[in-house]
């Protein structure tokens, strides 16, 4: 560590584009930065829109890499971490870790504080890379996980032989993700009417969101409840052309408005009745999270970390979603009572306040960070 006991932590990702992790990140950084920490980030690829949220923006660098492996990655990178002087190095699934690992002479020079925000993909499930994963968490100083329901399923994978796995729940500004004062005001400021009855999605264009089998619920339920809107939050991702199609091909597309990436989340999930988030593998929702501070219940696949958070009936309805039947009827059913959507929301709201505080979450990476540096 630096002689000023000053930490300074150098994040390794992919990118700063938007998504649940890099917001993570960022609000990690605005948290500690200034306040004993120094906090940096390196971006493999590009930077991203995110990284103009980060404390200080014109730090954040991109490493040049392209398809593939780069060993061009790994010298800049090496060499902007003994530039900046970091004490830590903080990557992020597994991609990153490869090159922070590479960085760092296996972990040798500087300590590596490694996050894992998700289950392990089926792609990852191989030997070959369920073998690559466990050799590399050994070199890291610590391991974290944002649920304990991770935390399980990387111990079942045989990831943690020596017990490096921490839990660090997300959590959430529930300032800037409070309740609608008036929930038609809310709808009508987004162009909705303010009767409508509005089920929401936020997240990136990817295929383990399940956006498509939402779209085939949408349908089977549209023509029963015709003040029904869907609105769809989020950009970007491996799977955006296709989806953005099949937006534009819906035969309610009168009535599914997909408002793209939005810095001011709060106005739009205020606007909704039930967020739905039917993710096929989460590790802990950030967006599940913001929807509860905002008191709107959640309806979501019993993924990971959901059940950790959601009581179901209670502050919010869990269920084990298997096709776009299930879920159209998972919809409607809270939809019909809306008494049961206000009580879950105010319980939902209660949950984040007393679990899921920004300052909780900050305290995890204080300590993180500083054990990692001693």
Partial sequence: MNASSEVRVLHVLDSLAPGGLENGVVNVARRLHGDGFKIEAACLRFRGDFAERMPEPDKVVVMGKTTGFSLKAVLALRKHMLATGADVLHSHNLGTLIYAVLATLGGRTHPIVHGEHGQVQKQDLTPKRLAQRRWLFKLCQSVHVVSGGLKVHLQELGFDPQDKIVVTPNGVDSQRFSPAEDKAMAKQALGLPGDAVVVGIVGRLVALKRHEMLFTAFEKLAPKWPKL?????????????????????????????????????????????????????????????????????????????????????????????????????????????????????AGARETVLKRYSMEAMADCYRKLYRDAAA
């Fill in 229 to 345: 809107r869907l609105l769809v939050v989020g950009d970007g991702g491996a799977d955006r052309e296709r989806l953005i199609e099949a937006m534009k091909q819906h035969p309610f597309v009168d009535r599914l408005i997909w408002a793209g990436h939005q810095n001011d989340l709060a106005k739009y999930y205020r606007a909704m009745d039930l967020l739905a988030a039917p993710s096929e593998i989460e590790g802990l929702s950030n967006a599940v999270l913001e929807g509860m501070a905002c008191a709107v219940p959640v309806l979501a696949h019993s993924a990971c970390g959901n059940a950790e958070v959601i009581e179901n009936g209670l502050t919010g309805f869990l269920a084990d979603i298997q096709d776009a039947d299930m879920l159209a009827d998972c919809i409607e059913a809270p939809l019909k009572d809306p008494s049961l959507l206000a009580r879950c929301g």
